[in-house]
C-alpha cells in the first residue's frame, strides 16, 4: 500500500487561487499586493506598476486607489 502524500494546499491557499483565477478571468492582472487585501485591477500588462483602482481611495472622485511595484 502506498503512503499518500498530505495535502499541500491549505484551505486559504486554494481560496486565493479561486479569488485569483476569477479576477484574471474577469480581464485584471489581480496580482496580490505584498501586504495582502488588495488586488491589480489593470487589465494583464508586461510591467511591474499595478494599481488596484477600487480600494484604498479617499473619496468617490480618486481616479485610483492602492499603486505598488513588483
Known amino acids: 500500500m502506498e503512503d499518500e502524500e498530505p495535502a499541500d494546499n491549505s484551505t486559504a491557499e486554494r481560496m486565493t487561487r479561486a479569488a485569483q483565477s476569477a479576477g484574471r478571468a474577469a480581464g485584471y492582472c489581480y496580482l496580490e499586493h ?27 472622485a480618486d481616479t485610483q486607489g492602492i499603486s505598488w511595484c513588483e
Not at 51 to 60: K, L, T, W
Request: hydrophobic content about 20%.
Open 34 to 60: 505584498p501586504l495582502g487585501n488588495r488586488f491589480c485591477t489593470r487589465r494583464p500588462h508586461t510591467d511591474s506598476l499595478h494599481i488596484d483602482y477600487y480600494r484604498g481611495r479617499e473619496s468617490a
